[in-house]
Every structure is written in structure tokens, then in C-alpha cells.
């Protein structure tokens, strides 16, 4: 569960599709977003907790949450 108050309650949701290993198509059809929309939600969070890549985001987000 990301629990990361740095991150918006939707980017919250996302990090958890990234860290189930979800791809970004996945992730959209699952929550009826599109790609597009799911691309930039995760762009913002990545800026957002400083990572560089989607294991990165876990580790910031998931694992050791600010």
C-alpha cells in the first residue's frame, strides 16, 4: 500500500498498479483511464518522490514512504 503523502490520492493508486508489476495499458483499462492519462498521473509522481524509474518509484513511494 503507498501511503506516500507526497503523491496525489490518484498517483497513490497508480503506485500501487506499478508495484502489482502492471504495465501502463493495464493499469488504464482497470481504471477506465487512458494510457495517456495513466502515463502522466506516473510522470508527475516520479517528479514528485525524485525516482528515476518504476522500480525506483516503488522503493520511494512503497517501501520507504517520506
Same mark, same amino acid.
Given at each position: 500500500?503507498?501511503? $506516500?503523502?507526497?503523491? !496525489? ?21 482497470a @481504471? $477506465?483511464l !487512458?494510457p495517456? !492519462?495513466?502515463?502522466?498521473? @506516473?510522470? @508527475? ?10 522500480? $525506483? @518509484? ?9
Open positions: 500500500v503507498c501511503r $506516500d503523502q507526497r503523491l !496525489s490520492p490518484r498517483q497513490r493508486e497508480l503506485v500501487e498498479y506499478v508495484a502489482l508489476g502492471q504495465t501502463n495499458h493495464e493499469i488504464a483499462r @481504471l $477506465d !487512458s495517456h !492519462s495513466v502515463r502522466n498521473h @506516473l510522470a @508527475l509522481a516520479f517528479r514528485r518522490v525524485g525516482a528515476a524509474n518504476r522500480a $525506483d @518509484l516503488i522503493r520511494l513511494a512503497v517501501l520507504t514512504p517520506a
